[in-house]
């Protein structure tokens, strides 16, 4: 009788152990690695997933069950054409899948995969969405010029990690803010590539390879100061003029410049502005 299940074995020094498939046929027994560690606690043994409170639980459980399936679509296949699942078929199978699954990949450095991904992205995202990837790149091509170093999908660790926020942070004077922002992209682009089969180095997804964000100080205009700007004789300035006006609408309504310079006269309803945010695709 054939069967099998996940388990986790081969402990490092964090307590964290690789998750195997263990395939057990007529006695024999053999272990597929999947690559991914995880901490027992973090394991719910009974349903065969990680837990929900781990972070990025849905795209591992997503993963888990892919590799799952092609263990048991090779066992399928086997008895479907009358032959016998043993361990060493199984096994032998599988890794030759594999290998051709990674030989029909065209493994792309990571730079020219997130400019890969910027171009797949103009189909579903939105103009700032793409803005964001954009910059990302630009900025992880300045990083590589200046580390001398080339990122490959193995660098993720935790010190390319750190040696970055010091890059972005100290070098380039940017707050923890915009800093967490770009390793929130990073992770995106990233989780992308596995999916894809690409090899790549799963430190990212430790808690510690996190994006940044604190509370800063929001300067405003107080009413004065936005009297004074509205009484502005910018007459003999077309341009500047509108660009002003637009402005008090945009500080009088709290839209964002992507909405409040695209108001039109048919957003005016009742003596109230309707209009359908760009960002979130809301009517507000």
Known sequence: MANFKLIIKSFNKENKGIIFVR???????CYISTGRRISLKDWD?????VRQGYKGHTMFNIFLDKFSQRVQD???DALGNEKAPSVAYVKERFHSKNENI???????????YAEEFLKNSRVNKKASTLQSYKGTIKCFQEFQQYSKEQITWDSFSLDFYDCFKRYYIEVKGCSNNTFGNKIKTLKTILNDAVERGYQVNLTFRNKKFKALSEEVDN??????????????????????DRIRDLFIVGCYTGLRFSDFSEIKPENNKNGCINIRTIKTNQVV
Do not use: A, G, P, W
């Open 74 to 76: 090779i066992i399928h």
């Open 45 to 49: 043994e009974r349903n065969q997933h």
């Open 102 to 112: 990674r030989k029909q990949v065209k493994q792309l450095d990571f730079l020219s």
């Open 219 to 240: 300067i405003y205009l107080d009413e004065n100061e936005l009297k004074k700007i509205m009484q502005l004789d910018l007459s003999n300035n077309k341009k500047l």
């Open 23 to 29: 395939y057990t046929h007529r006695c024999s027994v």
